[in-house]
């Protein structure tokens, strides 16, 4: 079911890229074949390679993959080589690309975050601030540079925020949320005294939200003498320059919307040529 539901994701895009047709490609270019390759224009953390792979199978191209998803590639390395109809190579590039380009600068990202965070044993986590459309792929793009994925849908956890405390007092809408036995309760706090009283109240997960590293150090400092047994995550205006202050500290979770909203694309390219004249042949999977 999730392959189905990817496929058809995939080829909205695609549908949404080639409106009525590339009318460029359908003036100048025949029914000939060519062959093409991807190639890494830096190093980085390879993401969308199965997404790739779907799009190339679904639209009637060979394909040789030569790197996995999750794995490091360096400059100027052959990602992918594919051969069919050079038509359908071009109404795909543009696409393809860009889905292996914004993945993999995710993935990227995710891993120096992750690198900084492991010194600690700290976890890293992405939020839900993510592309509408396309968060799916930018939560598996995290997953696979070495992080979490915090929540999917509204559905995956209980998280009582500050909008929702303007309207109903902490302790209530804790004993409210924990009657739904089958999901964590996890509650967003202001101040180290608000994360006491809701430990007190029987959260699960604490997020400690826009908080300075000191004023992390004041709340874990509280939430430890209590011998409160609950996860504590840290969120809001982490970056990859500070994580170090705040992982230092050594809370369960960092999430930081950075890895999603701030990630670089990591640069690629598709290279078309006539039959052989690239990497020789290649062959249809």
């Known amino acids: 079911m999730e392959d189905v539901i990817i496929i058809e994701r995939l080829l909205s895009y695609l549908r949404d890229d080639l409106g009525y047709g590339d009318i460029t490609t359908d003036s100048i270019i025949g029914e000939n074949d060519a062959e093409a390759v991807i190639l890494a224009k830096e190093a980085g953390v390879l993401a969308g390679m199965k997404e790739a792979l779907i799009l190339l199978e679904h639209i009637g191209l060979g394909f040789s993959q030569k790197k996995e998803d999750g794995e490091v590639f ?9 051969s069919g109809r050079a038509k359908a190579m071009l109404n795909i590039e543009r696409v393809l690309l860009n889905i292996l380009m914004k993945m993999s600068g995710i993935a990227t990202t995710t891993k120096r975050a992750v690198e900084i965070a492991d010194r600690y044993g700290v976890r890293v986590s992405c939020t839900r601030k993510t592309t509408p459309g396309f968060g799916y792929f930018e939560k598996k793009a995290v997953k696979l540079g070495g992080g979490l994925t915090h929540r999917f849908h509204l559905d995956d956890l209980i998280l009582i925020k500050d909008n929702h405390l303007v309207l ?3 302790e209530d809408a804790i004993a409210s949320a924990k009657e739904n036995f089958t999901k ?4 967003e706090v202001a101040s180290a005294e608000e994360a006491v009283k809701a430990c007190n109240a029987g959260a699960d997960i604490v997020m400690l939200d826009n908080f300075t ?6 709340a874990l400092l509280l939430i430890n003498q209590s011998g409160y047994d609950v996860i504590v995550e840290v969120s809001g205006g982490v970056t990859i320059e500070n994580l170090n202050s705040y992982a230092r500290l050594k809370p369960d979770i960092i999430s930081l919307s950075y890895i999603t909203t701030a990630a670089r694309w990591v640069d690629m390219s598709l290279k078309l040529g006539k039959l052989q004249s690239l990497h020789g042949s290649i062959p249809h999977n």
């Open 168 to 170: 109903v007092e902490l």
């Open 213 to 218: 590293p000191e004023q992390v150090e004041h």
């Open 184 to 187: 964590k309760v996890e509650v």
């Open 74 to 82: 360096g400059k100027g390395e052959v990602l992918i080589e594919i």
